[in-house]
Antibody, heavy 122, light 108 residues
Framework: QLQLQESGPGLVKPSETLSLTCTVSGGSISSVSYFWAWIRQPPGKGLEWIGTIYYSGSSYYNSSLEGRVTISADTSKNQFSLKLSSVTAADTAVYYC??????????????WGQGTLVTVSS | SSELTQDPAVSVALGQTVRITCQGDSLRNYYASWYQQNPGQAPVLVIYGKNNRPSGIPDRFSGSSSGNTASLTITGAQAEDEADYYCNSRDSSGNHWLFGGGTKLTVL
């Protein structure tokens, strides 16, 4: 059974870079069938797609975050990572990683990690 | 447009049928997927594609689409269905993805 687990600091100072890693177990991020995504949810608010990566390195980012966000994959560790630079309090959120399936008219995220709360504060 | 619009809140009597909708231009070209989120928990996929349920999702959950509107229908709502529901789809560019603002479902 595929499982994803987010890890990283729970507290980041304003203007610094948020760094999170998603470790995948029970399956390979090198699978040609899947993409891998980061999604966040500010406290009390809705879900926001951050970005998506394919194991080959192709990546797609939310336009509202482009310029600050980088997603990378490490196939040797079966992990993918998120870096978000110049963070502000508005970046405080629960950050989720998820497997993404994309095909034709279809797209879905399943499964999801349990999520990790990142607070931006001095 | 690059938005998916959901009603913020919907209520249903126990055992009755409820439809949660999601509107957006991209839904004319792409299917929506639907997620259930309980407080403090990660979202769970309940419907994907034309009308597919992942293993373990009760068959009272179904999906449909017409024009720019996708719908999640719960036939015979149960108390445990009370949760937030989010739709998701590609945007019209095809290389970005969107979530609706979410619908809080109350089972009365």
């Amino acid at each position: 059974q595929l499982q994803l687990q987010e890890s990283g600091p729970g507290l980041v100072k304003p203007s610094e870079t948020l760094s999170l890693t998603c470790t995948v177990s029970g399956g390979s991020i090198s699978s040609v069938s899947y993409f891998w995504a980061w999604i966040r949810q500010p406290p009390g608010k809705g879900l926001e797609w951050i970005g998506t990566i394919y194991y080959s390195g192709s990546s797609y980012y939310n336009s509202s975050l482009e310029g600050r966000v980088t997603i990378s994959a490490d196939t040797s560790k079966n992990q993918f990572s998120l870096k978000l630079s110049s963070v502000t309090a508005a970046d405080t959120a629960v950050y989720y990683c998820a497997r993404q399936e994309i095909g034709g008219r279809d797209n879905w995220f399943d499964p999801w990690g349990q999520g990790t709360l990142v607070t931006v504060s001095s | 447009s690059s938005e998916l619009t959901q009603d913020p809140a919907v209520s249903v009597a126990l055992g009755q049928t409820v439809r949660i909708t999601c509107q957006g231009d991209s839904l004319r070209n792409y299917y929506a997927s639907w997620y259930q989120q309980n407080p403090g928990q990660a979202p769970v996929l309940v419907i994907y594609g034309k009308n597919n349920r992942p293993s373990g999702i009760p068959d009272r959950f179904s999906g449909s689409s017409s024009g720019n509107t996708a719908s999640l229908t719960i036939t015979g709502a149960q108390a445990e269905d009370e949760a937030d529901y989010y739709c998701n789809s590609r945007d019209s560019s095809g290389n970005h993805w969107l979530f609706g603002g979410g619908t809080k479902l109350t089972v009365l």
